[in-house]
């Protein structure tokens, strides 16, 4: 039997809830395997949805026949996408993890702590002797002032950005770091009184 919270999830992970339904989702995250599981499924919608072409979103609206009112916004379009890609996902009908030029496994990370049940999504590329950077967030307590720790395969760190969180409890970060990507190991996502909230591996290549 499917949870009822599931259904929670893609607003959850697309910053669509107000604060006290976030933190409901996330005490229930506490207890209930099934939707951490979902959870992991579709952390990637995020990042995703800044490559996808209008083609492709487009396509995705009229697959899962998401009604779209006069006038539509560009942003209001990919609100749609995700809501067809979470309803993929989450009813295993099709793999749109897989759309072509969707993500990018090299340059793309993705996890949902399982302490803390933020997610997080960054997506990494070299520009010469620095690395361009764009974090997602989701699930993170609203106004909670954070950073980006860069951490190099030499142990030295870097803070790298530092936000506060929407009262939606989620961010939107781009980034640069002077750390050329090839001598990058990974990322922290931390609090002002350095609590991880989550922690990214780069892929070996």
Known sequence: MTCPTVTDLGPYVLGGLEPEEYADVRRHLDHCVQCRDALEEIAWIPASLD???TEEIERLIAQHRIRQTAGTTARRQRWLAAAAMVLAVIGA???????????????????????????????????????????KLAGVAPGERCSLISRTKAGRTEVTATWVASYRGTADIPATTAIPATQLSGFDIVTADDRVLARLAVPHR
């Open 51 to 53: 490559k996808l072409p």
């Open 93 to 135: 009908t099709t793999a749109v993890a897989h759309v072509p030029g969707s993500m990018n496994a090299g340059s793309t990370m993705q996890t949902v702590d399982p302490h803390t049940r933020v997610t997080a999504t960054l997506a990494m590329t070299p520009r010469g002797a620095k690395t361009g950077l764009r974090l």
